[in-house]
């Protein structure tokens, strides 16, 4: 029985730490899309919400229009890209806002 705890613990820290080493490697890999959306938002913002707010319609459209063709996938990535984008404008006013 002495020798039994500690043999289970480790196991137990041995399976624990092989778990955590391996979550990076299962993490989500990061959306394609989501760069050029980023890339694409000029540094003076203040000017270029309208073009912002236009972008996402845009997105939102490409969306939908992807729905009504079957691509699902391709509309849940542009979905995606139009939830940060309205995220991002939605900062951005709030900063404005703020200070």
Do not use: C, W, Y
Not at 36 to 49: E, G, K, M, S, Y
């Amino acid at each position: 029985m002495r020798h039994r705890i500690p043999t289970i613990a480790l196991t137990v820290a041995l399976a624990g730490g092989a778990l955590l080493a391996a979550a990076p490697a299962q993490a989500a890999p990061v959306q394609q899309g989501v760069a050029t959306v980023v890339a694409d938002i000029p540094t003076d913002h203040r000017a270029d919400i309208g073009r912002m707010r236009q972008q996402l319609a845009e997105l939102r459209d490409k969306a939908v229009r992807l729905d009504q063709l079957g691509d699902h996938n391709g509309a849940r990535d542009a979905r995606f890209q139009a939830d940060l984008l309205q995220r991002m404008i939605d900062t951005l006013i709030a900063s404005d806002q703020h200070g």
